[in-house]
């Protein structure tokens, strides 16, 4: 089950799990077409199911369950992909587009894990896995909703993994991608159902670093932090963000004006 299959990390991964043989259903809201990926995973010859919903719905996610079992008897994954960005200071930030990043960000998760832990605890095994972002570690100006819909993803996943302790085959599990690459996000996916891991960082950092090489470490560091696997850059991106939040946002304009004019 992949939910945010009409985005583009959702069609990567579904492409990657469609190379693994997997049977997939896969989730997006009505108004985003899932045509395109449901024929391309089908071209590489496996099962798949696409179905219209919104994760802000309980009922739509309850709907999604019962389909992917009722059409395949068991779910072996189930991947919280649907996300939405809402950028603004805090002031300028309408209700309904605060709600839109709570609501789509965390409590579509928070109904996902309502409605397949059951069938998970049926089945004696299952992995769930939340997508955050790096942004999930640490605060970023002008986004409030959804540095706080992210923080919150880690904090759901963490309370998940212990509720779900009494069942030794469950794994609930937080992808935190370092960088916006939808292939190496989606490979981070399909690793982590193959073995789950509590919480995976650095989702596609390494592959960018070595596309930004005439960037400076400093500017690297600041741009691309390596997450839990490599601590020292991942604190000095903390530190940036909690002591001197300003300090962070300019680096980071600095490295990308680098970026840009080394991609010329």
């Known amino acids: ?36 990926v449901a024929g391309a995973c089908r071209s590489l010859g496996t099962d798949v199911l696409a179905v219209p919903a919104d994760v802000r719905d309980e009922r739509d ?11 395949f008897g068991r779910i072996d994954t189930w991947v919280n992909g649907a996300g939405v960005i809402s950028a603004g200071r805090r002031e300028d930030v309408t209700g309904p587009a ?52 992210r923080f919150a993803v880690r904090a759901l996943t963490e309370r998940l993994r212990h509720e779900v302790r009494d069942t030794a085959g469950v794994a609930i599990a937080v992808i935190v991608p370092g960088v916006d690459d939808a292939a190496a996000v989606a490979d981070a996916i399909v690793g982590c159902a193959r073995s789950p891991r509590p919480e995976l960082a650095d989702a596609g950092a ?34 940036s963000a909690t002591w001197r939040p300003g300090l962070l946002g300019r680096r980071l304009g600095a490295a990308r004006a680098r ?4 991609s010329r």
Request: hydrophobic share 45%; net charge positive.
């Open 1 to 36: 089950m992949l939910t945010g299959a009409g985005g583009a990390v959702g069609h990567a991964a579904a492409r990657a799990f469609a190379l693994e043989g997997a049977r997939l259903v896969l989730a997006a809201r009505p108004d985003e077409s899932l045509g395109p």
């Open 61 to 71: 996610v309850q709907r999604l369950a019962s389909v992917a079992t009722r059409e």
């Open 98 to 149: 605060l709600l839109a990043a709570i609501e789509t960000n965390v409590i579509g998760q928070i109904h996902a894990a309502r409605s397949v832990l059951p069938q998970f605890r049926r089945q004696g095994q299952g992995v769930m896995i939340n997508v955050s972002a790096i942004w999930g570690r640490v605060s970023s100006p002008h986004a409030a909703p959804y540095v706080t819909a």
């Open 259 to 262: 970026t840009r004019r080394y």
């Open 206 to 239: 390494r592959r960018t670093r070595e596309r930004l090489q005439p960037l400076t470490a400093m500017a690297c560091r600041c741009l691309i932090p390596p997450g839990l696997v490599v601590h020292r850059a991942d604190r000095d991106v903390q530190r």
